[in-house]
Structure formats: structure tokens, C-alpha cells
């Protein structure tokens, strides 16, 4: 598979913002060394080889790009800037994509808010990394 060059930076079209977009004005593109587009058979020819080296089952290659939107979710990438990164027009598609993750975080924090109230003298589970207060809990009576 060939490697990823940059392609020139955009020039943005009259009556659009700035010439910045998601990748700073470059895009990166697959291509074949003679420089045509690459076919998508090709990609997943390539891909699915790849996934049989490794011993991982078949997925579609469009599935890596749910694969890391769900995984920015669940890092706590907010979900307008996944929005951005997958380039959908209204927020609303993104939210009904994901929204079973969505949901699974939301358990996941009612569980987090439950453990914290039984026990209010257990510390965090998540580390600190500085950007928030520090967990303060006080007995209700």
C-alpha cells in the first residue's frame, strides 16, 4: 500500500470561510505511485489482507471510521467536534449514529454517580489530568 502524501493546500472557493478546514487546508489521500485514484476494490483487496495477516476478523474498511468516532466518545470528545472530524451536516446524524454509545456512557456515569454516593470516601476511578475541581464528597444526613 503506498504511503500517505499531502497534497497541496485547498484554495477556498468564492463565498466560503478561510481556506482552513478540519486538516488545517491539507487533505491526505491514498494513491497509487503512478498517482491515479485508487479503486475502492484495491483498498479492500489491500485491507482485507492486511486483517488476515493480523488475525482480526473481516470488517468493512468504512468501519474503521465508526470504529474511531465511537472511540473519541468514549475518550469524552465532545460530540460536535466528532461531528466535525466525520464532516456530517447537523449534529442531529451524529447523535443518532452513536447514540447506543451515548447510552452506555450515560449508565456508565449514573454508576459512577451511585458509587460515589455509597462510598464518598473512595477516591476517583478516573486519574486526574488537571483541567477539573478535585471530587469532593460530604455525607448526606
Do not use: W
Not at 478561510?18 to 475502492?40: F, K
Not at 466518545?73 to 466528532?82: D, P
Request: overall charge positive.
Amino acid at each position: 500500500m503506498p504511503a500517505l502524501p499531502r497534497t497541496a493546500p485547498r484554495t477556498p472557493s468564492p463565498g466560503t470561510h478561510s481556506g482552513r478546514d478540519r486538516l488545517e487546508g491539507e487533505r491526505l489521500r491514498l494513491h497509487p505511485p503512478n498517482g491515479s485514484p485508487i479503486e475502492g476494490a484495491t483498498l479492500n483487496r489491500h485491507f482485507n489482507a492486511l486483517l488476515r495477516r493480523a488475525a482480526l476478523r473481516r470488517i468493512r474498511f468504512h468501519d474503521l471510521r465508526h470504529s474511531a468516532a465511537t472511540l473519541l466518545l468514549e475518550q469524552g470528545v465532545e460530540l460536535v467536534v466528532i461531528k466535525e472530524l466525520l464532516g456530517h451536516a447537523h449534529i442531529g446524524v451524529t447523535a443518532t449514529v452513536y447514540a447506543h454509545v451515548r447510552l452506555r456512557l450515560q449508565r456508565d456515569a449514573i454508576d459512577l454517580l451511585g458509587n460515589a454516593l455509597r462510598n464518598p470516601a473512595q477516591t476517583a476511578t478516573r486519574p486526574d489530568n488537571g483541567d477539573e475541581p478535585p471530587l469532593c464528597a460530604t455525607p448526606v444526613r
